[in-house]
């Protein structure tokens, strides 16, 4: 099976301050679903913005995608990111935009023409269950609606790559739902691999998954 | 309505730089018309042993534009009544030549003090009239004027690039969000920074529009060349293409600066 992430004695920080993730190596194969876990503080997020570049590493080698991460340039990042689809706890849309807009955004970034890229959109909002708020603005919807326009724009680029930070942590259970479902429907229907930062394992998910867990600056698989 | 907010405030700023521009040209072509028209009236007089022409004028002086030979037929028809009319043709004859100089431009007080150096320097001229005093003092008020005009537009100017650089840092917090999230799925450069180039040339187009329409009405208004008359100035206050090209160069460039500043000083969040 491909390897999408292979990370060797990577070791992550931010600058001038103490390591964070020290001397890890793991590998993830394409179609896994992964979930990374630890307690607050201990490196679950550093890791996931290592993952698209938002944090070159410290030391070590971290290749996502056949692109290794450690100084690569401006141009390989970009390329690499036009492959992975992302979804923070805090949505990150852009509040000026309307919904449909957001939702294009990585297919307008991917070259994709208008018509197609609506075609797509219309797709997207039907699936997330928000094609009743066609036109609106991110800050006219609820935090588990914004997060649904969140997964749908991951979702939008059909990416190699879902890499969600604490999706649901601030949703209700039918927004945490449906996210889940999404990220399922995603694994298991377009094998996409799919790595969530996350403080609780849903008991009700339907696929076969691996796990990390962050201690200490060591990343330990737990079987 | 957000859309026009948005625009208002470096449209704004734009056009007073374009306006306090503008008008620094049309004070400079204004004093230089009167400069033309203060030639005109201004000569001076030359008094020499022999005959002299125009081109000798030129050679000791290259702004001398013309040469008029003086004649004191008037003052000796005066006195002619108490002489013999031999007596008349034999003082004609031992008079010297007066001659009348205009010049090219408006001379300043060193060009009139120069000329009268280097005519004086002439072994057959032996007095130079420059009407030095009254000139000075026409020049100085001029230059004055001048001065106050171009010190206006330069505050001006300077007080609008401050306001300027605060709207940029509202710009760099307005758009530093969408241009990071924009980043993290991978958009090139020139994308992310595509809305603030292309917001920066609509009103960089806008400014320069409504200063072309404005200088375009005044120029053609009553009460202003009325004005121009009353001093008897014949000038062009706003040439349509050249000004108004000037005036959208300016723009466009404060702009593109602004939005440049912007996308460089633009620092992905980590």
Known sequence: ?223 | MKSVRNHLSLVIALLSILFSMQVFFIVERSIDAYKTKLSKNYSVIVVSKKELNKDEFSKINIIVSQAQEITPDSVIKRLSSDMKNTNVELLKLTLPKFYKLSLEHYPSPEEIKKLKSDLLANSAVTKVEDFAHTHDTVYKLLLLFKNVVSLFSIVVAIVTLLLIFKELRIWQYKHSERMTIMGLFGAALWLRSAVLFRLAIVDALVASFIAFGAFAYLSSHPWITQQLKSIDIDIVLFYPIEDSLILFGVAIAISIVLASLIVLGHKEEA
């Open chain 1, 1 to 223: 099976m491909d390897k999408v992430i292979v990370a060797q004695e990577l070791s992550l920080a931010y600058s001038n301050s103490e390591i964070i993730i020290n001397k890890a190596s793991f590998s993830i194969n394409s179609g896994e679903f992964v979930f990374i876990t630890g307690a607050s503080g201990s490196g679950k997020s550093t890791l996931l913005k290592s993952l698209f570049g938002a944090l070159k590493p410290k030391q070590g080698s971290l290749v996502v995608g056949g692109v290794e991460l450690h100084g690569a340039s401006r141009s390989k990042l970009n390329l690499l990111r036009r492959h992975i689809g992302i979804v923070f706890q805090d949505y990150k849309l852009v509040k000026e935009w309307t919904i449909e807009k957001n939702i294009m955004l990585p297919l307008l970034i991917n070259g994709y023409v208008n018509s197609v890229a609506q075609n797509q959109v219309d797709k997207l909002l039907k699936h997330v269950r928000l094609n009743h708020q066609i036109g609106k603005y991110p800050l006219e919807l609820s935090g588990g609606e914004q997060q649904r326009v969140a997964m749908a724009r991951a979702l939008a680029h059909n990416p190699i790559l879902i890499l969600a930070d604490e999706p649901t942590g601030n949703l209700d259970d039918y927004s945490s739902q449906l996210i889940w479902n999404l990220l399922e429907g995603a694994n298991n229907q377009l094998k996409t691999t799919v790595i969530v930062v996350t403080h609780h394992i849903p008991k009700t998910l339907n696929v076969a998954y691996k796990h990390f867990h962050i201690e200490y600056g060591s990343i330990n698989e737990i079987c």
